[in-house]
T-cell receptor, first 111, second 115 residues
Framework: EDQVTQSPEALRLQEGESSSLNCSYT??????LFWYRQDPGKGPEFLFT???AGEEKEKERLKATLTKKESFLHITAPKPEDSATYLC????????????FGPGTRLSVLP | GAVVSQHPSWVICKSGTSVKIECRSL??????MFWYRQFPKQSLMLMAT?????????EQGVEKDKFLINHASLTLSTLTVTSAHPEDSSFYIC???????????FGQGTRLTVV
């Protein structure tokens, strides 16, 4: 059964304090790993898609990396507006076109 | 990124009535649309997957007769909560994708409150 776990559950950072969020997955035949950001009361906002181990994607202060077992979302010099819940999802062979979502990491960046 | 519009963003209805939620992909044709339910401080729970012109595929435990899904075109899917009850109160979110193995784009979500 495909599974996705995320750590930490919650993270508090000071503005400018870089850190990383982890997404560990078990999936049969990875077709894609997706990162989303969700603000309270809103739908998730797409950030990155990673397809194969070794792949990296960057956008502003965020960088996503992928290995065969996990993905990291690195946040460099975060700002208060980066505060949100970050969700990781995988698509594998077992569930066809469906995503399996992790529980998310709640990030708070304090000014 | 691609835009998915969901309406209404919030709705309050009386117990026993039905509510329809619309999900539109504004700038792409969505081969597949998904409907999720989200409880406070929890992750997304997939309710059903629909492809244009086909019957929706519901997840185990989701009542097909209560949550009616129609995917009539490549840009529109609707979720109708029939005979709503207070326990149906939740945050409902749709998403759409334009191809297999691609990212999905989400709507803004609909907060349903049944009184």
């Amino acid at each position: 059964e495909d599974q996705v776990t995320q750590s930490p559950e919650a993270l508090r950072l000071q503005e400018g304090e870089s850190s990383s969020l982890n997404c560990s997955y078990t999936v049969s035949g990875l077709r894609g790993l997706f990162w989303y950001r969700q603000d309270p009361g809103k739908g998730p906002e797409f950030l990155f898609t990673l397809y194969s181990a070794g792949e990296e994607k960057e956008k502003e202060r965020l960088k996503a990396t992928l290995t065969k077992k996990e993905s990291f979302l690195h946040i460099t010099a975060p700002k208060p507006e980066d505060s949100a819940t970050y969700l990781c999802a995988v698509q594998g062979d077992n569930y066809g076109q469906n995503f399996v979502f992790g529980p998310g990491t709640r990030l708070s960046v304090l000014p | 990124g691609a835009v998915v519009s969901q309406h209404p963003s919030w709705v309050i209805c009386k117990s026993g009535t039905s509510v329809k939620i619309e999900c539109r992909s504004l700038d792409f044709q969505a081969t597949t649309m998904f409907w999720y339910r989200q409880f406070p401080k929890q992750s997304l729970m997939l309710m059903a997957t629909s492809n244009e012109g086909s019957k929706a595929t519901y997840e185990q435990g989701v009542e097909k007769d209560k949550f009616l899904i129609n995917h009539a075109s490549l840009t529109l899917s609707t979720l109708t909560v029939t005979s709503a009850h207070p326990e149906d109160s939740s945050f409902y979110i749709c998403s759409a994708r334009f191809g297999a193995n691609t990212e999905a784009f989400f709507g803004q979500g609909t907060r349903l409150t049944v009184v």
